[in-house]
């Protein structure tokens, strides 16, 4: 139960705090490059912290890193707030402060997450339901920020969700762990996992080259903030609704559907001219990440000791994958327009799959 209310409130706090940062960046005069710069920032933080606080929860144990992720999350998410010109310090209102703030709070994320996900398989053995309770969260965070829609004050009630979710954190109690030993590059380990890790990698690059821009894209189709939190809230409602369902299929066909899934969204995502157009699309977007997600997740626990390795590893692979995404999608987006990373996407998602089916017959 506290395992499930602190993915609820730490992913109310993400989703908010993620939702406008492109349109952030540009209030303070950022470019699309200096947009997918800034995203970057964040998830190059996020990836060098889920890979190694991964690797150490096997180690040393769950439950103080997930203690120490999500109060050191309570400070630097609310930081994210100085950027804000209309927040107590104007003059650190500037996209490079923006970045800085990006970073602190992308490298504070990746402590906790792989030790509370192993944690939940550990003691209750399901992912998915788990999974849903953090698409509620980006659900309630998204239709939260569109109520809010001043800046700072996101960042202050994503803090306060972190800050609850710590207080939660002391209420969990561990049983006893099998401390392993883990290299710190665990080559073995990326190697028998290749045909999850790869195409995810890789499907999420293609993803990620829109999401650097789908708010300015979204906002482009004349919708307004309020409407982007809705768009957002659908696809994560769906989310909480479909992964509950999902242990009780296999794998291999969920991430395979999954992949399939992902093509249709991006391709469908090309022809979305307004607001009505994009809701069905938010819905087959959710259905397409949740398999994936779902999927992917279930395998490396039920397939690996070190689950909080394997675990982190993953959440390091989202992370990479929002580095060349959002860099890709700024420049791609600069000079070619905001349809031109979805036909991309499309096009990496199809690699992807072909990977997996090549993985999946030689396993």
Not at 79 to 99: M, T
Not at 124 to 149: H, M, N, R
Not at 184 to 202: E, G, M, R, S, T
Request: aromatic share 16%; proline share 3%.
């Amino acid at each position: 139960m506290q395992a499930n209310i602190i993915q609820f409130l730490s992913n109310i706090a993400l989703s908010a705090s993620f939702l406008f940062i492109p349109n952030l960046a540009r209030d303070l005069g950022a470019t699309n490059a200096q947009i997918g710069l800034i995203v970057a920032v964040y998830a190059a933080a996020t990836f060098a912290a889920s890979y190694i606080f991964g690797r150490l929860s096997d180690i040393y144990g769950r439950k103080l890193f997930i203690s120490l992720g999500l109060g050191i999350c309570a400070v630097t998410f609310l930081l994210q707030a100085l950027a804000d010109p209309y927040f107590v310090a104007p003059f650190l209102a500037d996209p490079w402060f923006l970045a800085v703030a990006r970073g602190l709070a992308g490298f504070s994320l990746g402590i906790f997450p792989a030790a509370l996900i192993v944690y939940v398989y550990d003691t209750a053995g399901e992912v998915g339901k788990f999974s849903s309770f953090g698409a509620l969260g980006w659900a309630v965070g998204t239709f939260g920020a569109g109520v809010i829609a001043f800046y700072y004050g996101i960042f202050i009630l994503s803090s306060a969700c972190y800050l609850l979710a710590f207080l939660v954190s002391f209420t969990i109690k561990l049983a006893d762990e099998n401390r392993l030993r883990v290299p710190f590059f665990p080559k073995d380990l990326l190697k028998k996992n290749q045909y999850v890790y790869a195409p995810f990698l890789i499907r999420h690059i293609g993803a990620n080259c829109i999401w650097v821009i789908y708010p300015l894209f979204i906002a482009s189709l004349g919708v307004d903030k309020f409407s982007i939190g809705i768009i957002y809230a659908v696809n994560t409602t769906t989310q909480f609704v479909v992964m509950r369902f999902l242990s009780r299929f296999k794998e291999k066909p969920l991430i395979n559907a999954g992949l399939l899934l992902a093509i249709a969204t991006f391709l469908s995502l090309t022809i979305a001219q307004s607001f009505l157009h994009l809701l069905p699309i938010q819905v087959l977007l959710a259905c397409s990440w949740s398999c994936i997600y779902v999927g992917s997740l279930t395998y490396l626990m039920k397939n690996n000791v070190e689950r909080a390795t394997s675990a982190g590893i993953l959440s390091s692979v989202i992370s990479v994958s929002q580095v060349f995404g959002a860099l890709m999608g700024g420049v791609i987006s600069q000079f070619f327009g905001f349809k031109a990373p979805m036909f991309v996407a499309a096009a990496l998602t199809t690699v992807a799959f072909g990977i997996f089916r090549v993985g999946n017959r030689s396993a």
